[in-house]
């Protein structure tokens, strides 16, 4: 599903990633850890196809349409309501049931009776349930999730420790975390990043 | 005919985004009508047409970049550009998108703006009001390829019009000729070869633009 060689990452004079090599087969869950600085988002953002290496070379069997992306931002905008929101993202990838499968992902991460507040009034635990949700309103077969556990509370939490446990039967994961003991259960392999 | 859906799609949800705010519009129309006063209180009594015609173009011109540097503004503060970037959709469509809501919202100023012009300066021609729709559609195809530019830099609202104000003479000298000329024909013309040129190098080369 993605494998990478010496990959590394320059911005400027600046490296931010070097030489990192790395084999994700297809139902793979790779955990990625390291400090502050290491890299990591950079990893996962050339992973899902948002930045290109300067380094190296990485190959990606999913296309677009089948990348999950969690960064830490929720990608959603806040004047508009969850519902609306995930309408819009629907539309782009062109779901067929589009409103049922919104309609379930929204009750399944507990934002139904919010569907239409408007996101800016949505608290972070609220904000990132919603980012969940718009990670797996398209059922892609790559999920890419930097730090999905920020924000969450212990239900939240608890939610998606159950969607990774459903989801690790069928598609692939990439995540970086810096509490890997959490997802240590479902993960098939780690990479540690170091300064 | 999904790529015209994808454009609709974004280009409502810019337009459901400002009904929202209410961010851009009321301070185009502020800022229009506002220099129109100022102009008016300014100037001789009648100035001649060529230099009405001219007030009339800094007008539209700096109104437009005022909505032009705001066009991105929400896919900024919530790096919501990424999302957009991901998904299977042409990413120019996501510019026409774009493109196109900010037309409607220089559209509606106008509206309000060009009688506020009439009724402090001199009437306009029909040539000049087609010039007027022209040089909106140029304006808003280049504004918005420039405006997504300029948002992944930290200068962005400096850089915008210093990238914009450059590409915009053309549209200034056709549409000052279609006002002021005897036989407009010629400026609309070229005002219509410029919007059609650099539609078609937006459109095409805007992935480029907001691809890493």
């Known amino acids: ?98 409103r049922e499968r919104i309609g379930m992902l929204l009750e399944r991460f507990g934002l139904w009776d919010a569907r239409h507040e408007r996101v800016a009034a949505y608290s972070r635990g609220m904000t990132q349930r919603l980012a969940l949700c718009r990670v797996l309103l398209h059922e892609p077969e790559l999920l890419v999730l930097d730090e999905p556990y920020n924000a969450l509370d212990e239900a939240g939490a608890e939610l998606l420790d159950a969607q990774l446990a459903e989801l690790r039967r069928e598609r692939t994961v990439l995540l970086a975390t810096h509490d890997p003991a959490r997802v240590e259960p479902a993960a098939s392999g780690r990479l540690a990043l170091a300064l | 005919m999904t790529y015209f859906r994808d454009v609709g799609a974004l280009a409502r949800k810019d337009l459901l985004l400002e009904l929202r705010a209410r961010d851009t519009l009321p301070a185009m129309l502020l800022f229009v009508v506002a220099t129109f006063v100022v102009f008016h209180f300014s100037l001789p009594a009648h100035p001649s047409k060529l230099a009405a015609s001219g007030l009339l173009w800094v007008a539209i011109l700096f109104t437009a970049l005022l909505g032009l540097g705001r066009a991105f503004v929400p896919e900024r503060e919530q790096r919501v550009l990424d999302g957009l970037v991901l998904a299977p959709c042409d990413r120019s469509a996501i510019w026409l998108g774009k493109s196109l809501a900010t037309l409607a919202f220089l559209v509606a100023a106008q509206v309000v703006a060009l009688p506020v012009y009439a009724l402090f300066f001199r009437p306009l021609s029909g040539a000049a009001v087609l010039g007027v729709a022209l040089a909106d559609l140029g304006i ?16 962005r609202e400096l850089l915008l019009p210093l990238m914009f104000l450059p590409l915009s003479i053309p549209i200034v000298v056709g549409g000052v000729g279609a006002g002021v000329a005897d036989s407009p024909g010629r400026y609309l013309g070229f005002l219509a070869l410029y919007d059609l040129l650099f539609a078609v190098v937006c459109w095409a080369s805007f992935e480029y633009v907001v691809a890493e």
């Open chain 2, 140 to 155: 808003c195809a280049v504004g918005t390829f420039l405006g997504a530019m300029a948002v992944a830099t930290r200068a």
């Open chain 1, 1 to 98: 599903m993605l494998t990478a060689r010496r990959l590394g990452k320059r911005y400027g004079e600046k490296r931010v990633l070097r030489g990192i090599d790395l084999a994700l087969a297809r139902g793979g869950f790779l955990v990625v850890t390291g400090p502050n600085g290491s890299g990591k988002t950079t990893l996962l953002r050339i992973c899902a196809g948002l930045a290109q290496p300067t380094e190296g070379t990485i190959e990606r069997s999913a296309t677009r349409a089948q990348v999950g992306y969690l960064g830490h931002e929720p990608l959603v905008y806040r004047e508009l309501t969850a519902l609306e929101n995930l309408d819009l993202y629907g539309r782009l990838y062109r779901l067929s049931e589009r």
